[in-house]
């Protein structure tokens, strides 16, 4: 078995995205928003984006809390690491309805969920994996280093991503 050295560990907040060449252990808390994990098998690098809405509107900055921006910039992140888009699998999390009844039609977190299919279709990038929707919020570590993803769900939350 190969020897891989104990993990960095980093916290990802909402509305942020994280990758890097080096192995680390990242982790965050879903409720309505979503993550995208993409790893490369071929270089063994992973990142990690955590948005919060879905489109940005074109008012205010274009930052990562929005899932197009988000989405975007993650790609590139992982491009510029020196990883290859025909090598990129995703594993999609979250989009939890943690407040609402579940008689709203379109619930942030569905549309989150759907938008993130959506980006990861126009970029050819196949989803290997996912824990989407549902009422519980979910803590998840993405390990860079293998690609694997670890989800805990936890129980309803009033306020978070």
Known sequence: ??????P?????????LFASPQYYQISTV???????????????MGGIN??????????????????NIAME????????????????TAKVFGGANVMGTGNEVFLIGDRNV???YQLLEEFGIPVVASDVGGRFGRKIILHTATGVVLVGKGRRQ???G
């Open 158 to 160: 009033a306020m978070g």
């Open 50 to 67: 955590h948005f919060m809405l879905p489109l940005w509107n074109g008012e205010g900055l274009a930052t990562p809390k929005y899932g």
């Open 8 to 16: 960095l560990k980093h916290f990802l907040f909402p509305g942020t």
């Open 114 to 116: 759907m938008l993130a």
């Open 73 to 88: 910039k993650l790609v590139a992140k992982m491009l510029g690491m020196g990883c290859r888009l025909d090598s990129l």
């Open 1 to 6: 078995m190969e020897n891989i050295a104990a």
């Open 30 to 44: 879903l409720g309505s928003c979503v993550a995208v994990c993409l790893w490369d098998p071929v270089n063994r």
